[in-house]
């Protein structure tokens, strides 16, 4: 439990702080004075800042802005945040303010973070697809470049009341043999399934780090209407490229996925108006905190690729045109680019606040959602 709190701390941690130095860099870059870069949300354990002659000077909890950027611990350890210069409108006239630029810098500054996000997760992926990850594995993998190695056949579903599951399969389960056959593709196991329909086979299941030997009898699954026992099954492996088209691949990854999130997004919206169903779970903090858990137990290379993902994940949310959210903000910057004035402070900065207002309820909802999940595994 400890580790695994530390670890979701630190992911969470490392999500933040690479989006929020997005905007940092962006911003000084631009010419914009950042007045405090802060590790951990407030109030203010202590911070520091380089004075005119580079001198490094303490500040207390209580000092809100000085004449350079001031580096901050705070206390509550969720990952971090950057205090702009005139992000909120103001102080328009000081040309090192970021109400003072125009609309397209004031949209590469915002935009920053999210791009930042995206990097992380293409240098991410491309580390383990250059070490080696565990993946699916089809057609389009084996007639690239990739180095596939310890094959797998393992199980993805297993249905309720079928030879599978009265014979005690479970999730992840590998298939190393049946009736001391090796089988290489999932279609010659279906194969010989079908020629074994209502005789037993006598399957070596690996669970982990053990080695089981179950029984079962082939019959005629009504889902599929072909014989078998009832399980979906994939097929993975280890999957690593040459180190010169890792990082092509990382790319590729990344952007599948952001496009997958996006269809998952229009599925889970479409249900909601359609059918008032929510299809699929939605994870809070206890929630991606146990996910996290799970990727430390599962290894290393596992973590890696939850946190990419999840950087993935925090990139999208964030560009939605969502108030609150940067997607909100860079959606009032365009505005304001069609309108050819800046948007009335006020009604903006109302928006926001009601926007975030929203977010945290639906993160209580959702955290409240976890909590009862997790209440309930304990129980039973």
Known sequence: MIITIITFFAVLGLLVLVHEAGHFVTARRAGVKVDEFGLGLPPRIFGFYRDEKGKRKMVGPKVKEVGSTIWSLNWIPLGGFVKIKGEEGDERQDPDSFAS????????????????????????????????????????????????????????????????????????????????????????????????????????????????????????????????????????????????????????????????????????????????????????????AGLVGDAVKLGFLYLVQFTAILSIIIAVINFLPFPALDGGRVLFLIIEGLRGKPINQKVEALVHNIGFALLMILVLIVTFRDIARISAGFFS
């Open 101 to 288: 630029k125009s609309v397209g810098t004031r949209i590469r500054i915002i935009s920053a973070g999210v791009f930042m996000n995206i990097v992380l997760a293409i240098v991410l992926l491309t580390i383990i697809l250059g070490v080696g990850s565990p993946q699916v594995i089809d057609e389009e993998i084996m007639s690239s470049q990739a180095v596939v190695k310890n094959i797998e056949i393992r199980v993805l579903e297993v249905l309720e009341d079928s030879p599978a599951s009265r014979a005690g399969f479970e999730i992840a389960d590998t298939i190393v043999g049946v009736d001391g056959n090796k089988f290489n593709t999932i279609e010659e196991l279906q194969v010989y399934f079908d020629q074994k329909m209502g005789s037993e086979v006598s399957l070596e299941i690996k669970r982990k780090n053990e080695i089981l030997n179950i029984t079962a009898i082939p019959e005629i699954i009504s889902k599929t209407e072909k014989a078998g026992l009832g399980v979906a099954l994939i097929r993975t492996g280890y999957v690593s490229y040459p180190w010169y088209v890792a990082p092509i691949y990382g790319i590729r990854e990344t952007f599948k996925m952001v496009g997958s999130i996006f269809v998952g997004f229009y599925m889970i919206i479409k249900n909601l108006i359609v059918s008032q169903e929510l299809i699929g779970e939605v994870y809070g903090p206890v929630g991606i």
